[in-house]
């Protein structure tokens, strides 16, 4: 918790402004709540990739670290910077396809429009996000997670500020709605960038790290970080994109009460599950740490804990949600009693799945933080697309249940994953993955 704890609040800080998001929006009517969930997941899933590249950031300092090498630490956050660069790029590339993606799902034409203003304006903070990823990876392989914490707590409350500025116009700004919520959003993750940074080039850390000196750029560790990231930036690009697929061409085939419903939903479940998202970069950085000190019994040990108290937290979490979910939907998202008769059972749906996902948030940190990332990709790819989506399908539309049957669907889906990662883990194949050029050369070679 010495390391998780901060990131989990800094995880819960950004939840917490992606709730308030909603809500706000929320403000605006159905047509809006339903927009800003599924645009604001597709502006999510179009970086995702170099999120999931760049978060391997951690593994390489977390090992260099544990092994005493605090002057490569730096010049692995550098080359995750200049990988974030490319990010930038993409958003360039997607811009003029975005009213061709949102016209595909088929969505009511309100809520389309709105979508195409959102994702929009979202595709400018592609290079924001992959910074701001690059030097969080950074603090938390080196014990320093509350730097990204505090820092994440004061951009979240701009946002907030932003949103109730630029959403509604008060105090003589201009009424954006949607446009506003994604303006303030771009904003504050460019103040995360700018502060992180500072703090990255500040005194105390270039004398520990060398982090003004380390800045040229490394093809050899740029290699290496592509080589273990980009089966993770895969892994959570189809991670991502098929819950992107089940929300946009599934769910919100049924119209704007389902899609409304789902991401009044999906809101309350981002509460549950941020808090185990923190324990899985902890363990990242964890497992790294003590594998690049040859310690893998104690890296296994911290995980075990680690699931047991995801576990523990996310079950309460459901139990609230089977309970008291219409009444949290009435009070933050929708008086409309379509969408909360289906937003209850959609929450009671993920009230069975939360202690199973814990396990899966938790297992795939820890075998990131170990490299073993080629195993995960494959396994994501052959279990959501060949078994997921086509048994989501099978029960919205042939079975005739609707939203609802998607969901049952992905309840069976996250508990199975559940089950396959935490074999791979218990299995302790990743205890012997060499990430670093220098000791494949020595296992190649016999030395």
Same mark, same amino acid.
């Given at each position: 918790?010495?390391?998780?704890?901060?990131?989990?609040?800094?995880?819960?800080?950004?939840?917490?402004?992606? *709730?308030?998001?909603?809500?706000?929006?929320?403000?605006?009517?159905?047509?809006?709540?339903?927009?800003?969930?599924?645009?604001?997941?597709?502006?999510?899933?179009?970086?995702? &990739?170099?999120?999931?590249?760049?978060?391997?950031?951690?593994?390489?300092?977390?090992?260099?670290?544990?092994?005493?090498?605090?002057? =490569?630490?730096?010049?692995?956050?550098?080359?995750?910077?200049?990988?974030?660069?490319?990010?930038?790029?993409?958003?360039?590339?997607?811009?003029?396809?975005?009213?061709?993606?949102?016209?595909?799902?088929? =969505?009511?034409?309100?809520? %389309?429009? !709105?979508?195409?203003?959102?994702?929009?304006?979202?595709?400018?903070?592609?290079?924001?996000?992959?910074?701001?990823?690059?030097?969080?990876?950074?603090?938390?392989?080196?014990?320093?997670?509350?730097?990204?914490?505090?820092?994440? %707590?004061?951009?979240?409350?701009?946002?907030?500020?932003?949103? /109730?500025?630029?959403? +509604?116009?008060? +105090?003589?700004?201009?009424?954006?709605?949607?446009?506003?919520?994604?303006?303030?959003?771009?904003?504050?993750?460019?103040?995360?960038?700018?502060?992180?940074?500072?703090?990255?080039?500040?005194?105390?850390? =270039?004398?520990?790290?060398?982090?003004?000196?380390?800045?040229?750029?490394?093809?050899?560790?740029?290699?290496? !970080?592509?080589?273990?990231?980009?089966?993770?930036?895969?892994?959570?690009?189809?991670?991502?994109?098929?819950?992107?697929?089940?929300?946009? &061409?599934?769910?919100?085939?049924?119209?704007?009460?389902?899609?409304?419903? =789902?991401?009044?939903?999906?809101?309350?479940?981002? !509460?549950?599950? %941020?808090?185990?998202?923190?324990?899985?970069?902890?363990?990242?950085?964890?497992?790294?740490?003590?594998?690049?000190?040859?310690?893998?019994?104690?890296?296994?040990?911290?995980? /075990?804990?680690? %699931?047991?108290?995801?576990?523990?937290?996310?079950?309460?979490?459901?139990?609230?949600?089977?309970?008291?979910?219409?009444?949290?939907?009435?009070?933050?998202?929708?008086?409309?009693?379509?969408?909360?008769?289906? #937003?209850?059972? !959609?929450?009671?749906?993920?009230?069975?799945?939360?202690?199973?996902?814990?396990?899966?948030?938790?297992?795939? #940190?820890?075998?990131?933080?170990? #490299?073993?990332?080629?195993?995960?990709?494959?396994?994501? *790819?052959?279990?959501? /697309?060949?078994? &997921?989506?086509?048994?989501?399908?099978?029960?919205? &539309?042939?079975?005739?249940?609707?939203?609802?049957?998607?969901?049952?669907?992905?309840?069976?889906?996250?508990?199975?994953?559940?089950?396959?990662?935490?074999?791979? *883990?218990?299995?302790?194949?990743?205890?012997?993955?060499?990430?670093?050029?220098?000791?494949?050369?020595?296992?190649?070679?016999?030395?």
């Amino acid at each position: 918790m010495g390391i998780s704890g901060p990131i989990i609040v800094g995880s819960l800080s950004f939840t917490v402004m992606m *709730f308030v998001d909603q809500v706000m929006v929320a403000q605006l009517g159905t047509d809006a709540l339903a927009a800003l969930g599924s645009a604001g997941l597709w502006s999510y899933i179009a970086g995702c &990739f170099f999120l999931g590249v760049i978060g391997c950031v951690s593994t390489f300092v977390a090992q260099s670290y544990g092994r005493g090498n605090v002057g =490569h630490c730096a010049g692995y956050a550098w080359q995750g910077i200049y990988i974030s660069l490319l990010a930038g790029l993409l958003g360039l590339v997607l811009w003029p396809f975005a009213g061709a993606l949102f016209a595909a799902m088929r =969505h009511p034409e309100g809520v %389309m429009r !709105l979508e195409v203003v959102y994702f929009r304006i979202r595709l400018l903070g592609f290079v924001s996000m992959a910074w701001t990823t690059a030097l969080a990876s950074f603090f938390q392989a080196v014990g320093r997670s509350r730097v990204p914490m505090y820092v994440a %707590m004061v951009c979240n409350a701009a946002n907030v500020v932003l949103n /109730y500025l630029l959403i +509604f116009g008060t +105090f003589g700004f201009p009424r954006w709605e949607i446009a506003g919520a994604a303006t303030a959003t771009v904003i504050s993750l460019a103040l995360q960038v700018v502060l992180l940074q500072a703090v990255f080039l500040s005194g105390p850390i =270039h004398r520990r790290f060398g982090s003004r000196r380390a800045y040229a750029l490394d093809l050899v560790k740029c290699r290496e !970080l592509v080589r273990i990231g980009l089966p993770a930036g895969l892994t959570f690009l189809m991670d991502i994109a098929n819950w992107g697929l089940f929300t946009s &061409f599934i769910v919100g085939y049924f119209g704007a009460v389902a899609l409304a419903s =789902h991401n009044a939903a999906i809101g309350f479940m981002h !509460l549950a599950f %941020m808090p185990a998202v923190g324990l899985n970069q902890g363990l990242a950085a964890i497992v790294g740490q003590h594998l690049g000190r040859r310690d893998p019994a104690t890296a296994a040990a911290r995980t /075990y804990t680690g %699931m047991k108290l995801a576990i523990i937290y996310m079950f309460l979490m459901g139990l609230a949600f089977a309970i008291f979910g219409r009444f949290l939907i009435d009070v933050f998202f929708s008086d409309d009693p379509q969408v909360l008769s289906m #937003g209850h059972k !959609l929450l009671i749906l993920a009230a069975l799945f939360q202690g199973f996902d814990a396990i899966n948030i938790v297992a795939s #940190g820890a075998l990131r933080g170990a #490299g073993d990332t080629r195993w995960m990709a494959v396994m994501t *790819f052959l279990f959501a /697309y060949f078994f &997921f989506l086509p048994l989501a399908l099978a029960l919205a &539309f042939p079975a005739g249940l609707g939203a609802v049957g998607a969901w049952i669907a992905a309840t069976v889906y996250i508990i199975g994953l559940s089950g396959l990662l935490f074999s791979r *883990f218990r299995g302790g194949r990743w205890q012997a993955i060499q990430i670093f050029a220098d000791d494949r050369a020595a296992v190649e070679t016999g030395d």
